[in-house]
């Protein structure tokens, strides 16, 4: 290989290698953003919130973090590149989990006071909707991979709530399991999957038929879900179990547990699936796990109480 085709070589791997996406990592009692570098799963920087941070999603390129500060009752909105604060909008009494849409045209923020979800367009930076909902005290919401559908789990109750995006209102509710957490969708959107605290299951549902199809036994309170990218697995975190319960959606049953830090709560992929990023509330921690090996590779320390990760 000639010098010029070596310094190519060296080259494209080491762009490759910075291409490599940040976890962000919300802690609550902190009130903070621990920012890690998925390459070297070390801390690479910190985001001052102030508060209480808790809901936490990166717009699909990259450039906003968006971030529900349950104080103020706020969304933050980050400049990535620059890492600063530069705007927030308000959302209401006690935000929680909050999600962009696929296209990262709406933001949706369950508030947990008010018994509401809001709808944020973007693009305009204003709340375009305040929605209603059956179900008591909101804790996470799901948008459908088309958009059509967003999905808000009760936390004192045992329903789910199906919201109609373009009509801005409830149009049914599905009877799950006590206490529903974590809520994530299949790729092609067929199916819905929620954690349910109280009962250590997960609930699956049929979008079609709006119904639960089969529930899955999983670890010691479950709360939070993920599903992989070509929707074979659904990763699932266990608050008492201290573990991650690993899912195979065609077989409906578990394939492992993997133990974790204490108090495991909401959960991120890095986008090719290779890596579960694990918030540990009470380890003040964020466990690695190697999706490949099913193995828990290391512990990465973070701010106190973390609440989620995402990734982008």
């Not at 999905?151 to 006590?178: K, M, P």
């Amino acid at each position: 290989m000639s010098r010029f085709a070596a310094f190519i070589a060296a080259l494209a791997a080491s762009c490759a290698a910075l291409a490599q996406p940040f976890a962000y990592v919300p802690n609550e009692k902190s009130g903070s953003i621990s920012i890690i570098d998925t390459r070297t799963d070390r801390v690479a920087g910190e985001l001052p919130t102030g508060g209480k941070p808790r809901g936490i999603a990166a717009s699909p390129d990259g450039r906003t973090l968006y971030v529900s500060e349950q104080q103020s009752g706020a969304l933050l909105l980050f400049d990535l590149d620059r890492r600063e604060l530069r705007g927030r909008i308000a959302l209401g009494a006690s935000p929680e989990g909050i999600e962009l849409s696929r296209d990262g045209r709406w933001l949706a923020a369950a508030i947990e006071e008010e018994n509401a979800v809001v709808l944020v367009e973007v693009a305009q930076g204003n709340v375009a909707a305040r929605i209603k909902v059956d179900g008591k005290n909101p804790e996470h919401t799901a948008f459908s991979p088309d958009g059509h559908w967003l999905l808000t789990g009760a936390e004192d109750g045992a329903e789910v709530d199906v919201i109609d995006v373009a009509a801005r209102r409830q149009v049914d509710r599905i009877t799950v399991g006590r206490r529903p957490r974590g809520i994530a969708f299949t790729p092609d959107g067929a199916r819905a999957f929620v954690a349910c605290e109280l009962d250590s299951a997960v609930y699956v549902i049929d979008m079609a038929a709006r119904r639960v199809e089969r529930t899955i036994r999983a670890g010691e309170f479950s709360n939070g879900i993920v599903v992989s990218p070509r929707g074979d697995r659904v990763y699932v975190s266990n608050g008492r179990g201290a573990s991650v319960t690993v899912l195979d959606v065609v077989r409906g049953e578990a394939i492992a547990t993997i133990a974790v830090g204490q108090r495991p709560w909401n959960m991120a992929l890095t986008p090719d699936g290779a890596k579960l990023y694990v918030a540990n509330g009470r380890s003040n921690s964020v466990s690695v796990i190697d999706t490949a090996t099913l193995a828990h590779v290391r512990d990465v320390p973070v701010g106190e109480s973390p609440w989620g990760v995402a990734i982008r």
